[in-house]
């Protein structure tokens, strides 16, 4: 699979012209991980985001009052995570497990601040998504 027509073709990215969106595929890095792989960490930090190609994976936190755990979502191809701790460099907000074999495209923390700095249309994505991931994950 293309990685940058990948990117091209998901609305997240749909600010991205085609030059940017190749040096972003370029950046990126092919991984497998296995069902059940835990990503994320509740309240750790973050060094890394995730662009899912496919699988899914499942969203889960604390719930009030330390009762047990609750599933926030699950989400699937094309959605990214880790989103959060890449912009304001605070904690985890949730933890994220791989539900389904899958392949993953990361963004490491470096990386991403290199390309913030160089291209505005990766930041709107960020903190685009940043603004959406709080809305959700508090609203639950």
Excluded at 70 to 92: C, N, S
Aim: aromatic share 8%.
């Amino acid at each position: 699979m293309d990685i940058s027509e990948f990117l091209l073709s998901n609305p997240l990215f749909d600010t991205f012209d085609r030059t940017e969106a190749q040096a972003l595929a370029r950046a990126m890095t092919t991984v497998t991980y296995p069902d059940g792989h835990v990503f994320l960490h509740e309240g750790k930090k973050g060094d890394a985001c995730y662009l899912i190609l496919e699988g899914d994976v499942s969203v889960t936190r604390m719930a009030t009052e330390g009762r047990g755990i609750e599933h926030v979502r699950t989400m699937g191809p094309g959605e990214l995570f880790g989103l959060i701790a890449l912009v304001d460099h605070g904690k985890r907000a949730a933890t994220c497990t791989a539900i389904a074999h899958h392949f993953q495209y990361v963004i490491a923390r470096q990386l991403a601040r290199d390309l913030r700095a160089y291209n505005h249309a990766l930041l709107a994505v960020l903190l685009g998504q940043q603004s959406e991931s709080r809305i959700s994950l508090r609203a639950i």
